[in-house]
């Protein structure tokens, strides 16, 4: 009897299903290629031979794999300065975003919050309306925030975007009914708030951590703009200035009739080349590596308000 239900209740795959299948697979073979091909490339393109590369020659493998590029740029001592100081950036700036956005959400989810289509107005209204670079300096310069340690820090804690992300989830994720419960109770507000919408939102938070972390990791224009002060520059920074310095000294020894100063041009422009990728990879590498550790998270908090049949 057992048996015969398996058989009924087993699903029959007819050669269109099949079909579909194997359609599904090649397109996600190749959406996979066109997405991972460009990293691996700048991965084996930062470890192969410079001239290699300005042949095109590299194209699946390391062509003779040499870590000269990566020796060029690490003996420099300012891109340890960088990473600590985006470590720092990073770590402390993302804190400080998440302490502003999710009590700002979890406030503006609340339907019975006096003046809350009015201050949804404000916000929105920072998300398409700016007051330009040139007022934006003068104000970050005139509170004292210009060459500072936490001028990075402070400036970009809050997006507007990430808010409205937040609250959709507090709105969608946590009944109503939970908060009367609790108010009955007894609890307050905050009691409320740490106790039940913290614990409960441990996917949003993930998310969030995630879209602010990435943002400041290559916090680029904000330093370029408010911090010249070399001690306080990001990782960003300290590569551009390398790549330049690099290109300026191919530049500087082209000018010159001397044979052996025209092989340094030559051999320090191929070098360059090579350096470009190596720099694009230590820039990448930390998100890599951090990325599947909160996947799972990721991929549960961006289906926020999808259609879900």
Known sequence: ??????????????????????VNIALLAILTVILFYPLYFVLIASVSDPYAIAQGSVKLFPVRPTLEAYQNIMKDARIWLGYRNTIVYTVLGTLLSLALTIPSAYVLSKKDLPG????????????YFGGGLIPTYLIVKKVGLLNKAYTLIVLGS????????????FQSTLPDSLFESARIDGASELRM???????????????????????RWNEFFNALIYVSNSDYQPLQLVLRSL?????????DAALTDDPEMLADAARLAYMAEAMKYAIIFIAAAPLLIAYPFVQ?????GVMIGALKG
């Open 1 to 22: 009897m057992v048996r015969r239900e398996r058989i009924v209740n087993k699903i029959r795959r007819t050669r269109a299903d099949a079909a579909f299948d194997a």
């Open 116 to 127: 809350r289509a009015i201050l949804m107005t404000f916000c929105l209204i920072t998300m």
């Open 158 to 169: 809050v997006s507007v975007y990430n808010i409205i992300v937040t609250r959709s989830f």
């Open 193 to 215: 708030f740490f106790s039940i919408a913290l614990p409960l939102s441990g996917s949003i938070i993930a998310v969030m951590a995630l879209y602010y972390g990435v943002g």
């Open 243 to 251: 790549l330049l310095q690099s290109q300026q000294a191919v530049m």
């Open 296 to 300: 799972k998270h990721f991929v549960r």
